[in-house]
Nanobody, 123 residues
Framework: VQLQASGGGLVQAGGSLRLSCAAS????????MYWFRQAPGKEREFVAA????????RYADSVKGRFTISRDDAKNTAYLQMNYLKPEDTAVYYC?????????????????WGQGTLVTVSS
């Protein structure tokens, strides 16, 4: 599976962006999907996750109520809708796929990773 993340860009604080993670080579329908981010000088951190059928989601406390993870298996794509963005959301965002949903997602050890997409939030 190859994952391609896209949708990053420059946005003002309070604005919105939607990231996409498109898969090729294999269906994502049996995988849990994850979003992580890494800010300059910081460790990669978990942002959001969704299980294989979309029935269960997980969010980092820092993004709860602002970000929404979703998936469209017909398009073999996962999404991260980011609203009310803050400057501290600035980071490179990565998507990942794993064969099950981890309750406390660590920053590594996933089946597949996409390349990052840069999100910059200006104040």
């Amino acid at each position: 599976v190859q994952l391609q993340a896209s949708g990053g860009g420059l946005v003002q604080a309070g604005g919105s962006l939607r990231l996409s993670c498109a898969a090729s080579g294999r269906t994502l329908s049996t995988y849990a999907m994850y979003w992580f981010r890494q800010a300059p000088g910081k460790e990669r951190e978990f942002v959001a996750a969704i299980n294989w059928n979309g029935g269960t989601t997980r969010y980092a406390d820092s993004v709860k109520g602002r970000f929404t993870i979703s998936r469209d298996d017909a398009k073999n794509t996962a999404y991260l809708q980011m609203n009310y963005l803050k400057p501290e959301d600035t980071a490179v965002y990565y998507c990942a796929a794993h064969n099950f949903l981890r309750l406390t997602p660590p920053p590594s050890g996933y089946d597949y990773w996409g390349q990052g997409t840069l999100v910059t939030v200006s104040s």
